[in-house]
């Protein structure tokens, strides 16, 4: 590369660099300015106005991550349908076709996690 394209990145450089010390200055800045005082109350948790109880480590079901890593799963699977859907005409038949299988397949992921029983909240 030679100077006059290096030059062409000195102002992504510059905002980098006046960002990075943006943060730096307004953490430094808080740190050292803002109150002390520490007190019972103020250390205490506090989430959405409910006093805690009990220790917040407590196990519980594991359907709630099952449902959240499958509810990401599948909304992955769906970002990979818009790039298609937008490209539908130049596709022609062999991208609908593999569409098809795609979607195919998933429904067979999605029926074999009904018949695990992946979804019953039961017990």
Known sequence: MDNSSLVQ?????????VALGFVGTTILGTHLLGPMRKTKIKLD?????????????LPFNIKYFLV????????????????????FKSLGKVGFIEMI???????????YLLKKGALKWED
């Open 68 to 87: 959240a890593i499958l509810f990401v799963l599948f909304d992955v699977e769906v970002i990979f349908m818009y790039p298609w859907a937008v490209n």
């Open 9 to 17: 990145y000195l102002p992504i450089g510059l905002m980098f660099l």
């Open 101 to 111: 299988l795609f979607i195919g397949f998933l429904l067979i992921g999605f029926f």
């Open 45 to 57: 948790a506090f989430e959405c106005g409910i006093e805690s109880k009990g220790n917040a480590r």
